[in-house]
């Protein structure tokens, strides 16, 4: 059963949106509409709601300020947080959550 993202993101908790914003350049910023898919004790993994999904990770260390903000290029790096939040239980010392975000994106391509 297919359910529209308008519909999911309502009752999505605030949590576990963002609107990420990019620069395109100094006059241009682009914004896309993500959600929370998984989660470490650092680091968190957001899915952009665009027809071409990105992957961006959101990395905050206890002893840093400024948090640092990357889009994924390698797949291999998805998968790696992805294992480290639960996929496969317990992975490298990190106890993490996988969000119900991440199986309406996959029931809803």
Do not use: C, W
Request: negative net charge; charged residues 30%; hydrophobic residues 35%.
């Amino acid at each position: 059963m297919s359910i529209d993202l308008a519909s999911f993101l309502h009752h999505t908790p605030e949590s576990e949106k963002t609107t990420v914003y990019v620069h395109i350049d100094e006059d241009e910023i682009a914004t896309y509409e993500a959600l929370l898919i998984a989660q470490t004790r650092f680091r968190k993994l957001f899915i952009t709601l665009e027809p071409k999904r990105r992957y961006l990770t959101h990395t905050q260390h206890p002893d840093e300020e400024e948090p640092e903000i990357d889009f994924l290029e390698e797949y291999e790096e998805v998968e790696a947080l992805l294992e480290d939040a639960g996929l496969d239980g317990i992975h490298d010392g990190e106890q993490g959550i996988l969000y119900h975000n991440l199986l309406f994106l996959l029931m809803n391509p």
